[in-house]
């Protein structure tokens, strides 16, 4: 069974439609990100979940019940917002503790039970402060802290680190994917942030206009993409993707790129089709017998590792290098076990 499954959902706000025959079943346990470019409908989809905005058509199911027509309040779900959605004029202990009063527990339940989670979060210290005598990691601990005291069956986070510095964002990141190996909990997370996909998620559903572009590991969706979209959302900088015209077709497994042949075996070649190469996957050293001339136009450094940026005609290079280019023309190699192939449609070949 699954542990949460949505089925042909769909929403719409007027001519908009937002989110589009969506049909996904998650284990439990798993942390699942939602990972898509700003617009494509992942809070609205964790806004259904939640409660907090009615699902047009469709089922969402969580342990094979029916949350369609629940109240936010029966759901047993907590949400934790970009925003932080703090009292200001509550201190720590008031803000974690809010969620409680509407149930039936004593006064000592609930001391413990914020204590428990100000322990688990580091912010013991903090239960007399206001929100704005904290740092915005401290905020998003206190609004994560009240999600917890709740005990629910699945949290919902929705873009919880964007508003945090860089050196913070990443801090905090490590703190979550702690949580959750500690606590087992369900988790669906929202990001637009690949970073965050690839480092917090156990499955990733990359989201696009609505639907669902793959779903899947991060590896998975890293090594195996099954389109452009995906392959160029994923790594950064993105894959490199080069056209190859119909009339760069030489036969069904030869064709020219960059005015190189080459040769790929059992392969069928009949009309355009897209070769993609990661940056990192392009050797400045003779790997290949793919090699191509190329112009410099700029390398970034990034201390450890080298963007360089070239072309070669119109077409743009990345490459990801550990050495340093002084030079202005370079040649690279491009591995044939590396590439990438795709259809006219932009999906991948199978090889
Ligand atoms: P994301 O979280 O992926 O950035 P959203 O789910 O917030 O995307 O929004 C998806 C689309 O739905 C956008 O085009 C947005 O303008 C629209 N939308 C979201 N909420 C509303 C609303 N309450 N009323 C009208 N349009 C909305
Ligand atoms: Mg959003």
Do not use: W
């Not at 912010?123 to 802290?145: C, F, W």
Request: hydrophobic share 40%.
């Amino acid at each position: 069974m699954a542990f949460l499954k949505f089925e042909d959902i769909d929403k719409s706000f007027g001519e908009n439609n937002v989110i589009s025959k969506f049909n996904l079943e998650v284990e439990k346990g798993k942390f699942i990100v939602l990972l898509g470019p700003s617009g494509c409908g992942k809070s609205t989809l964790l806004r259904m979940i939640a409660g907090l905005e009615k699902i047009d058509y469709g089922k969402i199911l969580l342990e094979n019940n029916l949350l369609n027509n629940l109240l936010p309040s029966k759901r047993q779900i907590a949400m934790v917002f970009q925003s932080y959605a703090l009292y200001p004029h509550m201190n720590v202990f008031q803000n974690i503790s809010f969620g409680l009063k509407s149930e039936k527990i004593s006064k000592d339940q609930i001391k413990e039970k914020v204590i428990e989670a100000a322990k688990i979060l580091k912010i013991e210290d903090l239960l007399d402060r206001r929100p704005k005598e904290l740092s915005g990691g401290q905020r998003q601990r206190v609004a994560i802290g009240r999600a917890i005291t709740r005990n629910p069956k699945l949290f919902l986070f929705d873009e919880p680190l964007s508003n945090l510095d860089a050196a913070l964002r990443s801090e905090m990141r490590v703190e979550i994917s702690k949580l959750h190996k500690k606590l087992k909990s369900n988790i669906v997370y929202v990001t637009h942030d690949q970073i965050e996909a690839m480092t917090l998620a156990d499955r990733i559903v990359i989201m696009n206009n609505g639907k669902i572009e793959q779903f899947g590991s991060p590896e998975d969706i890293y090594n195996n993409p099954t389109n452009i979209f995906v392959a160029e959302f994923i790594g950064n900088p993105k894959m490199n993707i080069l056209k190859i015209k119909t009339q760069d077709i030489i036969n069904k497994s030869t064709f020219k790129l960059l005015n190189k042949e080459i040769r790929i075996e059992n392969s069928n070649f009949d009309r355009e089709f897209y070769i993609g190469i990661r940056p990192e996957d392009i050797s400045l050293e003779k790997k290949s017998e793919i090699a191509i001339d190329i112009n410099v136009d700029l390398v970034e450094n990034l201390g450890s590792e080298k963007i360089i940026y070239g072309h070669l005609d119109d077409t743009e290079i990345r490459i990801k290098s550990s050495k340093n280019i002084k030079d202005k023309n370079i040649t690279i190699y491009l591995p044939k076990n590396k590439l990438y192939l795709f259809d006219n449609n932009k999906n991948r070949l199978k090889a």
